[in-house]
């Protein structure tokens, strides 16, 4: 096949091969619109083939699900992609987003190979001036850099920053190149940007520090707070698939309520759809909790009851403690004396804008109309009371006594894998274990008390507090799998802070990061890497899958995971010793694979061979159960081994007390630092209460930036099939919609259709109005998925980024940036 060779700046050219052979695109094109530097065009080299299709087992990369995907190939050409049948979580089935890796592995706008800046100048209008270097180039000018800064004592100063991790071939190698090398900051994730919100809020409450499983099928109601379950909810592609189930096989049928700030597609689909105002879903929470115990609706087994069975929680006055006996939740008495007593549905209406009556329609509903889960995510938590919120909602779980039971929520466990080939910590030098980097904090302040002193991660922080040297500046920052400059709150401060920061990207994409980069180290799209991905929170049971190259790579690009062993082969000491015995990312899975040596998986997965062939390895069942207040482990054929008290607190509910905390002892801890940096008073910290939300923006309306279906984690920016449909429930189309109600509109002289200009504080931006009775009248919804000034000719330059008006606020408590608290105002353009 002829492929067009030439010098080119801005304009690209797609050829589609012909015949049903090889069907699929044919990539031309340099890196990316608005980058420079690229001599030629070049050809991906498809292998030769005999016209036989071969199918691959692989995992889709589209949103964290971890979908099982048979990958077809011919001739060396991807040409259509399908869920897995016997895949746990796929079914032989995929969300729309499934689909569309063949356009991401063919997207023209890929790098092509590593590069380098050629023009000091940064920013978002600069010419990088990208020329192509070779890998080994690449690879040593890291490593020289970095010994550099470690000569100096300055490894501190190296950031290395991640958003989707995947597995033990990625992200599990990054916090080891960290303790090697001596940087607190390898490796910081983007969960911060994500749900840390939901994360700490369960932690606080019963011990866990995660996700939860869910046992859907088994369930016959949902309370679903903040979590667009039929849109962007994970897993996106089985929650499909269940809610078919629940709501149309499953007798009885699941009831569900969700709670949310506007009418999407889950509280279409609906029993009954509660639009609450944003940022309030605590006091709703609390409310339906007051009813439950006033009504004496709940699970008196794993809660506890008054010694003589009375009911004694009357609205508005206290009850002794020593008349409660407490089974596996503390401090319910308490909770009630302080802060539920008073937080009656009349007290919530106020509030929430929710009629009372319907709290008390959905207390009754819920308690009573068990197995019942009430989950949440960010439309609760990104917030700055968004680990209050979220442990008032997760208090329902505990009253009605679903965690850990059928038909309830629980938590996710990892897989039987075996071990490394070398053992880390023998390859620790003095450097690594008594540097200077020791004594110096994160660059985002994480666990700080100057900063988010109970954060997993603060990454939003690193931009702002780079720009003040607080508590000092990056010298050399490595992204992967993560844009912030483009995706965190506040985006324009990345803009100023990467123009003094030596920036290595390693998406294969063009990205705003990318264009303010010094070197491109390119990562292999999914359908081209070998790649471990253990399961995301799914129904509790381990499994793991393992992603496999469909093709050979189609450029000079390199897994993420192999660049960092091989920067870490050229670093100086043992580290470098240490990676050259570990040899790749190959021997690292072979090595995990072991493991299953010993503990075969229910699909006869007991090899690394195997785990190619299957694509996934997994273990049912889930090994815990909670029954009638009493705890038991699987045993090999049934839940019949009953647990210890230790044994709970050791494997389940994970708290100071063993045992579901309204009143958290994790909390109690950190009162004093929290009560200083929040103004609360000290004794109140430890209760699950209402908090008022901190709201930025200075406007008139609430601004709610969701996610929708086709975003993909940003992952579908350059998709035109992708942004052809990426807001049906509107008819956003081109670009989305800013969704605004008819009084709002009418007050304002807007129409439908209309160009209207959303300001905060920060600035403004513009975007095309669809006024809609869906939304909220005291609410303007504009979901984060256009806005890029980079990424690819399709992502450039459509619509507006909700972030770059949206203020870098954070919850204290878990550090989660608070996206739906802002404020603006809008007018007509």
């Known amino acids: 096949m002829e492929i067009l060779k030439k010098a080119i700046s801005r304009r690209r050219f797609l050829q589609v091969s012909g015949g049903s052979a090889a069907a699929g695109a044919a990539v031309v094109g340099s890196g990316g619109l608005g980058i420079g530097g690229l001599a030629t065009l070049q050809e991906a080299q498809a292998a030769v083939g005999d016209g036989n299709t071969v199918v691959n087992k692989s995992i889709c990369a589209q949103c964290p699900a971890r979908c099982g995907i048979d990958v077809y190939t011919t001739n060396g050409r991807v040409h259509a992609i399908y869920g897995t049948a016997d895949h746990p979580i796929a079914n032989g089935k995929l969300c729309p987003k499934g689909h569309l890796g063949t356009y991401i592995l063919y997207d023209p706008d890929r790098f092509k190979g590593p590069m380098k800046r050629t023009n000091a100048r940064k920013g978002r209008n600069e010419d990088p001036g990208f020329v192509p270097i070779s890998w080994d180039e690449a690879l040593q000018t890291v490593a020289d850099r970095l010994n ?149 609706l709940w699970d008196r087994k794993f809660v506890g009851n008054f010694h003589d069975g009375t009911n004694r929680f009357r609205t508005g006055q206290t009850v002794m403690a020593d008349n409660f006996d407490e089974r596996w939740t503390t401090g319910l008495v308490e909770w009630w004396n302080v802060e539920l007593k008073d937080r009656t549905p009349q007290w919530a209406a106020g509030i929430t804008t929710i009629p009372a009556d319907q709290i008390v329609q959905t207390a009754r509903e819920f308690a009573t109309t068990r197995p019942a889960i009430a989950l949440f995510e960010r439309g609760a938590h990104n917030h700055s009371n968004g680990v209050y919120n ?142 471990d991905a253990p399961t995301y929170p799914f129904q509790g049971y381990p499994m793991t899958q393992l992603r496999t190259p469909a093709v050979k790579p189609l450029y000079d690009t390199k897994y993420f995971g192999d660049t960092l062993i091989e920067i870490g082969k050229r670093m100086k000491g043992p580290m470098g010793e240490y990676y050259k015995a570990l040899g790749d990312t190959e021997n690292v899975l072979r090595h995990l694979a072991k493991g299953f040596e010993a503990n075969p998986g229910d699909n006869g997965v007991d090899s690394f061979e195997k785990w190619k062939e299957k694509g996934v390895w997994y273990k049912k069942p889930y090994l815990w159960q909670q ?25 389940l509910l994970k708290t100071p007390s063993g045992k579901f905390e309204f009143v958290s ?31 930025t923006g ?34 956003g189309r081109r670009e989305v919609c800013a969704e605004l109600h008819p009084s709002v509109a009418k007050t304002k002289g807007i129409r439908d259709g209309d160009r209207i200009r959303i300001k905060s504080t920060l600035g403004e931006i513009v975007a095309v109005a669809r006024v809609t009775e869906l939304t909220r009248p005291d609410t303007l919804v504009l979901p984060f998925e256009h806005g890029h000034w980079a990424h690819g000719r399709w992502a450039e330059r459509r619509g507006a980024n909700p972030d770059e008006i949206t203020a870098n606020q954070s919850d204290r408590i878990s550090g989660m940036a608070n996206y739906y608290t802002g404020k603006v105002s809008v007018e007509k353009a």
């Open 148 to 296: 550099t800064l470690r000569d100096k004592g300055e490894s501190h100063r190296f950031a290395l920053l991640y958003g989707r991790g995947w597995g033990a071939s990625c992200a599990g190698l990054q916090g080891t190149f960290g303790k090697l090398y001596g940087s607190p900051n390898v490796a910081i994730g983007h969960s911060s940007l994500c749900s840390d919100g939901s994360i700490l809020a369960k932690e606080m409450v019963d011990g866990n520090a995660s996700y939860n499983s869910y046992d859907y099928r088994n369930a016959n109601y949902l309370l679903i707070f903040g979590a667009n379950f039929l849109e962007s909810f994970r897993p996106y592609n089985n929650n499909m698939q269940v809610w078919g189930y629940i709501r149309g096989e499953k007798s009885p049928r699941t009831r569900v309520t969700a709670v949310d700030v506007h009418m999407n597609q889950t509280l279409a689909a609906s029993d009954r759809a509660l639009l609450v105002k944003p940022g309030t879903d605590g006091a709703l929470a609390l409310a339906i909790a007051h009813v439950i115990l006033t009504e004496g």
């Open 390 to 531: 979220g442990m008032a909602i997760h208090a329902l779980n505990a009253l009605v006594g679903s965690l850990f039971a059928q038909g309830g929520l629980a938590y996710q466990m990892g897989p039987s894998y075996g071990k490394l080939p070398v053992d880390a910590d023998a390859f620790m030098d003095d450097y690594a274990k008594n540097g200077p980097h020791k004594g110096q904090p994160r660059i985002d302040l994480k666990g700080h008390p100057d900063g988010y002193k109970m954060a997993k991660n603060a990454i939003q922080e690193i931009a702002p507090n780079h720009l003040k040297g607080k508590p000092y500046k990056l010298d050399t920052a490595m992204f992967y799998y993560t844009n912030p400059i483009f995706s965190s709150p506040g985006a324009k401060d990345w803009e100023e802070a990467l123009k003094d920061v030596f920036v290595i990207e390693t998406s294969p994409f063009p990205s705003e990061t990318a264009i303010m980069a010094d070197l491109i180290l390119p990562d292999h799209t999914y359908l081209e890497r070998l790649q």
């Open 627 to 651: 029954r009638d207040g009493e705890f038991y482990e699987w045993d090999g054929s049934d839940y019949r081994s009953q647990m210890s008290a230790d044994d709970v607190k050791a494997k």
């Open 665 to 695: 002892g994790k909390l109690a801890g950190e009162a004093e630092w929290i009560s200083k940096t929040t103004g609360m008073a000290r004794e109140r910290v430890p209760y699950i209460q209402w908090v008022e939300p901190k709201h």
């Open 698 to 731: 200075a406007g008139d309306l609430h601004f709610i930036t969701p996610k929708t279906a086709m975003h993909a984690e940003g992952r579908s920016a350059n998709l035109p099939h992708a942004i052809a449909k990426m807001q049906p429930t509107v008819g």
